[in-house]
């Protein structure tokens, strides 16, 4: 029998530098609501981290004459040392994104639903992420 070695990956959690929340009126249920939703994840490589790498997600919501929200969130990664470039390639493209959405996600619900009438809470359904991660070099920092 076969035994993999465990690629050693480490998630220190996710930061939210930008929240830009706006609406104009009170509506206390999004039902109804045509809410567009855009999610664009990125990657940096820290140079004076070469272990780390960082998802930047670009999250857009909006629902036209509704609210509009903007988040910038931003997943911490550490892979070990001794990984190869296609594992370090599947995990910064599919398994990252995906292992820091459930965060976005929550926070979304969260921030909503604290809002008070301005807004129901919005629950984001799953997404899925697929294809290579455009690198950038600098992180926003509106």
């Known amino acids: 029998m076969d035994i993999n070695k465990q690629i050693k990956l480490k998630f220190h959690g996710v930061d ?3 929240v830009n929340f706006q609406s104009d009126k009170v509506n206390p249920t999004t039902e109804g609501m045509d809410i567009k939703m855009n999610f664009n994840p990125k990657v ?3 140079k004076e981290h070469p272990d780390f790498f960082r998802i ?3 999250i857009n919501l909006e629902s036209e004459k509704n609210f ?4 910038v969130a931003v ?3 550490e892979l070990g040392k001794d990984t190869d470039d296609a594992t370090k390639k599947s995990f910064v493209n599919l398994n990252a994104p995906a292992i820091m959405f459930p965060y976005v996600r ?3 619900s969260t921030l909503t639903g604290n809002l008070g ?3 129901g809470t919005l629950t984001i ?3 899925l992420f697929q294809g290579d991660l455009e690198e950038i070099i600098d992180i926003p920092q509106n």
């Open 106 to 108: 929550s926070f979304i």
């Open 16 to 18: 939210f530098p930008v």
């Open 125 to 127: 359904p799953p997404q």
């Open 117 to 119: 009438n301005v807004i």
């Open 68 to 71: 509009s929200l903007f988040i």
């Open 75 to 77: 997943g911490t990664f």
């Open 44 to 46: 940096h490589y820290p």
């Open 56 to 58: 930047v997600q670009e």
